[in-house]
């Protein structure tokens, strides 16, 4: 059976990690425009991704804190798009 682990966020409530994902924007001086859009109906009202599979299975963990990945992708984005 293959499995897909999702990574991103880890330890972070997925509330928490939007608003530090704006905050970042936000000082960024982007001209992106961003877009709210309302949650699906059955959609989770709170997450908070785990990646002990991760660790566990592929003896990995993420050795990049959030913050600085924060800046690296955008970044990334700025010069890419």
């Known amino acids: 059976m293959k499995r897909i682990l999702v990574t991103g966020g880890a330890g972070?409530?997925?509330s928490h990690l939007c608003k530090r994902?704006?905050?970042?924007?936000?000082?960024?001086?982007?001209k992106s425009k961003l877009i709210f859009k309302p949650l699906p109906q059955d959609d989770p009202k709170q997450r908070m991704p785990d990646?002990?599979?991760?660790?566990?299975?592929l003896v990995w963990s993420p050795n990049i804190?959030?913050?600085e990945g924060?800046?690296?992708?955008?970044?990334?984005f700025k010069n890419f798009i």
Not at 51 to 57: D, L, R, V
Not at 70 to 75: A, F, V
Request: net charge neutral.
């Open 12 to 14: 972070f409530l997925e």
């Open 21 to 30: 994902i704006i905050v970042k924007w936000q000082h960024s001086n982007s």
């Open 51 to 57: 990646i002990s599979i991760a660790q566990e299975k």
């Open 65 to 67: 804190h959030l913050q």
């Open 70 to 76: 924060l800046i690296k992708t955008i970044e990334y």
